[in-house]
């Protein structure tokens, strides 16, 4: 299992206080689509496998967390209207990768930007879609200045 640790008070104490630490873990789950039944609980034993490996390969003990704030499929459908809650955006498969993603313009005046259009997911990805765009924009109504 992949999963993304960041602990920003390592290098920024002054947003913490003494003797405490931020852990961001970001674990990549299905997407409702596939996550049906029983969310809740498949998120529970997803959380303590990643708990369970950073435990065994780090100092990190899960009776020091204080508090969790846990995001899950449902937050992403309800805070951004994603279909089927993907965070990521379309599937990895290689016929839904890179130049296969839909274009981010359909006709003039339509755009779009983000992890699901050309040209892909993850931040890197999704800033260079929003250039993508910015440069089509630029192209079909010229430079306001």
Not at 32 to 38: A, C, F, G, P, S
Not at 59 to 87: G, H
């Amino acid at each position: 299992m992949t999963f993304y640790v960041n602990i920003s008070s390592k290098t920024d104490r002054i947003q913490f206080p003494k003797n405490c630490d931020n852990i961001y873990i970001l674990i990549p789950v299905p997407n409702l689509k596939v996550l049906r039944k029983n969310l809740n609980e498949k998120l529970n034993e997803i959380i303590n496998k990643v708990f369970d490996r950073l435990e065994s390969q780090t100092n990190f003990r899960r009776e020091r967390i204080k508090f969790i704030i846990k995001r899950t499929p449902y937050d992403w459908q309800s805070l951004y209207n994603l279909k089927y809650c993907s965070a990521f955006g379309l599937s990895h498969k290689f016929l839904k990768s890179a130049y296969f993603r839909p274009k981010n313009y359909e006709k003039k005046g339509i755009y779009y930007v983000g992890a699901s259009t050309i040209s892909g997911s993850g931040i890197p990805m999704v800033l260079i879609s929003s250039k993508f765009v910015i440069e089509r924009i630029l192209k079909d109504y010229g430079n306001a200045h």
